[in-house]
């Protein structure tokens, strides 16, 4: 089945909740990028640059960021 026919049987309220969903993965990483780059080196627990990698790596990068990567 290809994706196009997929999408076509989803119901309208099931591709907004994807669409909505997407927004807010994009706006999750866009925020743990943003905060990485302007949190200096010893506000953030482990590497600067293994956090940015967790961050595009799946969803659950930048919500573990958020949890366990920056000191309070």
Do not use: C, E
């Amino acid at each position: 089945m290809s994706t196009k026919k997929r999408w076509q049987d989803l119901t309208d309220t099931q591709k907004i909740a994807m669409v909505l969903l997407s927004l807010l993965q994009i706006a999750l990483l866009m925020a743990a990028l943003r905060d990485i780059h302007r949190r200096s080196a010893d506000q953030i627990n482990g590497s600067k640059s293994l956090w940015t990698v967790a961050a595009f790596v799946n969803f659950i990068g930048p919500i573990a960021y958020f949890i366990w990567g920056r000191k309070r």
